[in-house]
């Protein structure tokens, strides 16, 4: 594997390692497109916070935003982001089974 694809997989995964993120990402993964207030009520987290972590995730290509009237609406970037949260959920499931 070459350099530039590991820095960018090292970089990738840094996403996923912030509790707050990772909270954000199920969240969406299980409910799908959100907008900042429903995330900040599901999570109990308060709503700048979210806000940030959801920039970082933005910024990162992992998440997307589509405006309607006055709200952003927050989801998902692809498949392949959702996949790596399925694997990591029922990989974490098991090792507590175990």
Sequence with gaps: MDENNLNL??????FFSNKIRLAILMH?????????SKIVKSLEIK???????????KL??????R???NKIFYS?????ISNLL???????REELHD
Excluded: F, P, W, Y
Excluded at 9 to 14: K, Q
Excluded at 47 to 57: A, D, F, G, P, Y
Excluded at 60 to 65: Q, T
């Design 28 to 36: 969406l993964l299980k409910e799908g497109e959100s907008c900042v």
């Design 60 to 65: 990162g290509r992992i998440i997307k935003a």
């Design 86 to 92: 399925m694997a990591l959920s029922e990989h974490s």
């Design 9 to 14: 997989m090292v970089e990738m995964s840094s």
């Design 47 to 57: 709503q700048n916070t979210v806000s940030n972590q959801l920039k970082i995730l």
């Design 76 to 80: 998902l970037s692809d498949a392949h």
């Design 67 to 69: 405006k309607s009237g």
